[in-house]
């Protein structure tokens, strides 16, 4: 199978930027369209972003648009999310995921076959 190992995390100030990488283990990786979800707190996992199997296509949750950028290199079985100007609400563990599914990209858990031990990201005011 796929395993997907996240880093990256730590613990910022808000107004501060942050990268979270994730390696996939896997000979495929251009197969699978990738997703980053976080949980916070006592909260459900939500969807972050989404970027398909060529790279070409991005979705943003509304919670992170003009903040979050989500990218991949294929080469290096790699997908990032760039992480600008957080916020405290942005504290979670943050999780990628890869989806086996055929389409472009999706917003929920269930279309991901994939995910990783997650990394945490807190944001102090």
């Known amino acids: 199978q796929v395993q997907l190992v996240e880093s990256g995390g730590g613990l910022v100030q808000a107004g501060d930027s942050l990268r979270l990488s994730c390696a996939a283990s896997?000979?495929?990786?251009?197969?699978?369209?990738m997703g980053w979800f976080r949980q916070a707190p006592g909260k459900e996992r939500v969807f972050v972003a989404a970027i398909s199997r060529s790279g070409g296509s991005t979705s943003y949750a509304d919670s992170v648009k003009g903040r979050f950028t989500i990218s991949r290199d294929n080469a290096k079985n790699t997908v990032y999310l760039q992480m600008n100007s957080l916020k405290p609400e942005d504290t979670a563990v943050y999780y990628c995921?890869?989806?086996?599914?055929?389409?472009?990209?999706?917003?929920?858990?269930?279309?991901?076959?994939?995910w990783g031990q997650g990394t945490q990201v807190t944001v102090s005011s």
């Open positions: 995921a890869a989806s086996t599914v055929p389409g472009s990209y999706y917003h929920t858990e269930r279309m991901y076959t994939y």
């Open positions: 896997g000979r495929t990786f251009n197969s699978y369209a």
